[in-house]
């Protein structure tokens, strides 16, 4: 069966600081990959997805990236962080056909001090 | 474009009354929906999903889910709330299937409260 991990659960950062925030997927194969933000009360936003290694699509512009270096390895990454990039941030996983549902990771709670 | 409204932000039950979460879509064409639930400090998990089979749709956790075209509607229901069932939880429609990237666009969530 398909598991997905992030890391790490939690994070407190210093304005400024760099930030690198990983997720994995087992038991599949070329998934779709996304990074979503949770800020309270803003609802789910999506920030990147990935359909291949290499291949990243930002949905915000912001002072987020994101990389793919292997096929089920998900990267967020910023080189400074700001106070409005605390939240909840969720990887998640599709196949690539059809009906799409996503499959969720447990989260990385960040605050940005 | 697609979208999804939920119609309360907030809903309260009883423990072992019924529940009921409203959830209205906007499509073009025949959409995939999904439901799931989040509780605090954790990812989502789905609940169910509708793709065009059979219009009501049982999920897990005795959770279930109408698909009403007329009203363009995709409401979900639990015949008996329990105490875990208190979370939120996100209606969900799919971006057109001709698209490869599966994107999802959600609603902004009902969180359910259960009294004891």
């Known amino acids: 069966s398909q598991t997905i991990h992030q890391w790490p659960a939690t994070l407190v950062q210093p304005v400024g600081s760099p930030l690198s925030l990983e997720c994995t997927v087992e038991?599949?194969?070329?998934?779709?990959l996304y990074w979503y933000r949770q800020a309270a009360g803003r609802g789910l936003q999506l920030l990147f997805y990935?359909?291949?290694?290499?291949?990243i699509s930002s949905e915000v512009p912001q002072n987020l990236s994101a990389s793919r270096p292997q096929d089920r390895q998900f990267i967020l990454s910023s080189k400074k962080l700001l106070l409005s990039d605390s939240g909840f941030y969720l990887c998640?996983?599709?196949?690539?056909?059809?009906?799409?549902?996503?499959?969720f990771g447990p989260g990385t709670r960040l605050t940005v001090t | 474009a697609q979208s999804v409204t939920q119609l309360d932000s907030h809903v309260s039950v009883s423990e072992g009354t019924p529940v009921l979460l409203r959830c209205n879509y906007s499509?073009?064409?025949?959409?995939?929906l999904f439901w799931y639930v989040q509780h605090p400090n954790k990812g989502l998990q789905l609940l169910l999903k509708?793709?065009?089979?059979?219009?009501l749709v049982k999920g897990i956790n005795g959770f279930e889910a109408e698909f009403k075209k007329s009203e363009t509607s995709f409401h979900l229901t639990k015949p008996s709330a329990h105490m875990s069932d208190a979370a939120e939880y996100f209606c969900?429609?799919?971006?057109?299937?001709?698209?490869?990237?599966?994107?999802?666009?959600f609603g902004k969530g009902t969180k359910l409260s259960v009294k004891p």
């Open positions: 990935s359909v291949g290694i290499g291949q």
């Open positions: 969900v429609v799919s971006d057109p299937p001709g698209g490869s990237q599966g994107n999802l666009i």
């Open positions: 998640a996983w599709s196949l690539g056909q059809g009906p799409y549902e996503q499959y």
């Open positions: 038991g599949t194969s070329n998934p779709n």
């Open positions: 499509s073009s064409y025949s959409p995939s």
């Open positions: 509708y793709t065009s089979a059979a219009t």
